[in-house]
C-alpha cells in the first residue's frame, strides 16, 4: 500500500484561496442583493407629500410633485363650484364612474373631500401631455364660444372642466386621476394617504 503525502504549502495554499473566494463572492453579490431594494430616492418619491395651503386664495393654484407627477391644487371660487352641475350634460363621465381614475369618496361633483378645494393629477388621460389652465369662462382661442372654464390639452385639444372631468368627443378617455389624499389640518394636506380612498 502507497502512502500519499500531503504538501502542507499546497494544502494552505488551497484553504487560503478557497476563503479569499469566499469574502470576493460575499462582496460582489452584496449589491446585487441590495439592488433589490428600492432607494432611498425611490422610497422618498412614493412616500406621502405634505403640503401647506394656507396662503392658496379662491382661484390661486399650486403645483406639487408626487411620485414623479404633478399635482394640482386649485382652490376654486364660489362662481366655478356653481358651475359644475351645469356642465354634466356636456361631459363623457360626468358622476366619475369609470373604475380607476376618482375614488368613491370623490365621485361627486367637485371630485374633493372639501368642496372649494380640487387636488388632482395634471396629466392628460390621453398622452400624458400637461393641460393648461383656461379658468376664465367665455370664448377663446381654440375653445368653444360657452366655454365654462377649466383646462385645455394643447397637444391634441382635450378638454376638462374645474373638477377635472373630461368633456364629450375628445381623445381623451378619462377624467383626470384624483390622488389619494386628506387634510391634516385646515391649511396642511397630506397627498399620498387617505383612509377611505378606494377606486
Request: hydrophobic letters at 35%; glycine letters at 8%; aromatic letters at 8%.
Amino acid at each position: 500500500m502507497s502512502e500519499t503525502k500531503v504538501d502542507n504549502s499546497k494544502r494552505t495554499w488551497l484553504i487560503a484561496s478557497g476563503c479569499m473566494g469566499a469574502v470576493g463572492a460575499v462582496f460582489t453579490a452584496t449589491p446585487f442583493v441590495e439592488s433589490f431594494e428600492p432607494s432611498q430616492r425611490a422610497k422618498a418619491a412614493g412616500a406621502p407629500v405634505e403640503v401647506d395651503i394656507s396662503g392658496l386664495k379662491a382661484g390661486d393654484k399650486m403645483t406639487v410633485a408626487w411620485r414623479g407627477q404633478p399635482v394640482w391644487i386649485i382652490r376654486r371660487t364660489a362662481a366655478e363650484l356653481a358651475q359644475l352641475p351645469k356642465n354634466d350634460p356636456e361631459l363623457a363621465d360626468p358622476k366619475s364612474e369609470r373604475p380607476g381614475f376618482t375614488p368613491v369618496w370623490a365621485k361627486t361633483d367637485w371630485r374633493s373631500i372639501k368642496p372649494e378645494y380640487l387636488v388632482i393629477v395634471g396629466i392628460c388621460t390621453h398622452l400624458g401631455c400637461t393641460p393648461d389652465d383656461r379658468f376664465t369662462p367665455g370664448p377663446q382661442p381654440s375653445l368653444p364660444s360657452d366655454w365654462p372654464g377649466g383646462f385645455l390639452c394643447p397637444c391634441h385639444g382635450s378638454t376638462y372642466d374645474m373638477s377635472g372631468r373630461v368633456f364629450k368627443n375628445k381623445p381623451a378617455p378619462d377624467n383626470m386621476l384624483v390622488p389619494p389624499y386628506t387634510f391634516l389640518s385646515d391649511s396642511r394636506l397630506l397627498i399620498g394617504e387617505h383612509d377611505k380612498a378606494k377606486a
